[in-house]
């Protein structure tokens, strides 16, 4: 169950219990760091309005990569980083560095969606002659076509697409197989 927060009165107990609250947290904050190699960035203002911050790799990465627009003056100097050899493998990247980064994949993800779209469109256009081809020939399986009625660029797209149809219909089938074994036997009456 939840402990029940309430404000502490007495300004020296609320210090304090700042105090030892703000580790607490940072400390948890380094562990997501060090367990997963999580970006973190913790801030957290004392009673007397002082900020104190931890940042995995540094909070000015993190914020600079996830909110470029927050571009503001450098770090505090009360900002806490991880030590150099916090997480194995993990090393600190500058704001730059992780930003490039981003922007990187971000760039990778348009290009690939573009990709996707551009191939989507030729198996349409190619499922489109198959299916003209299959009217002809009153044929009711994609099998059965002619694909001398494909050009040589649909040729390829045309066999991705059987790949695609047949991968589909072998996990349909290893569904159904799966479902099957999980099905409770009857039990033989003796």
Same mark, same amino acid.
């Given at each position: 169950?939840?402990? @029940?927060?309430?404000?502490?009165?007495?300004?020296? /107990?609320?210090?304090?219990? $700042?105090?030892?609250?703000?580790?607490?947290?940072?400390?948890?904050?380094?562990?997501?760091?060090?367990?997963?190699?999580?970006?973190?960035?913790?801030?957290?203002?004392?009673?007397? &309005?002082?900020?104190?911050? $931890?940042?995995?790799?540094?909070?000015?990465?993190?914020?600079?990569?996830?909110?470029?627009?927050?571009?503001?003056?450098?770090?505090?100097?009360?900002?806490?980083?991880?030590?150099?050899?916090? %997480?194995?493998?993990?090393?600190? @990247?500058?704001? &730059?560095?992780?930003? %490039?980064?981003?922007?990187?994949?971000?760039?990778?993800?348009?290009?690939?969606?573009?990709?996707?779209?551009?191939?989507?469109?030729?198996? %349409?256009?190619?499922?489109?002659?198959?299916?003209?081809?299959?009217?002809?020939? /009153?044929?009711?399986?994609?099998?059965?076509?002619?694909? @001398?009625?494909?050009?040589?660029?649909?040729?390829?797209? $045309?066999?991705?697409?059987?790949?695609?149809?047949?991968?589909?219909?072998?996990?349909?089938?290893? %569904?159904?197989?799966?479902? /099957?074994?999980?099905?409770?036997? @009857?039990?033989?009456? /003796?």
């Amino acid at each position: 169950m939840a402990k @029940e927060l309430r404000p502490i009165d007495n300004e020296h /107990q609320r210090r304090e219990s $700042f105090w030892n609250h703000r580790a607490t947290l940072f400390g948890m904050a380094n562990e997501l760091y060090e367990e997963f190699g999580a970006h973190v960035a913790v801030i957290a203002f004392s009673p007397a &309005g002082e900020p104190h911050a $931890f940042g995995a790799p540094t909070v000015d990465s993190v914020l600079r990569t996830y909110f470029p627009a927050a571009d503001g003056p450098p770090p505090n100097p009360t900002t806490h980083a991880p030590s150099p050899g916090a %997480a194995a493998g993990v090393g600190a @990247e500058t704001a &730059g560095e992780a930003a %490039a980064r981003v922007a990187g994949m971000r760039r990778e993800v348009d290009e690939t969606k573009v990709l996707v779209t551009e191939e989507w469109a030729r198996v %349409a256009a190619a499922t489109e002659k198959v299916r003209a081809a299959q009217g002809a020939a /009153q044929k009711q399986n994609w099998g059965e076509v002619d694909v @001398e009625v494909l050009g040589e660029e649909e040729l390829p797209v $045309f066999m991705r697409a059987l790949e695609m149809l047949k991968a589909e219909v072998q996990e349909r089938i290893d %569904a159904m197989a799966s479902a /099957q074994m999980s099905l409770p036997r @009857e039990r033989k009456q /003796q």
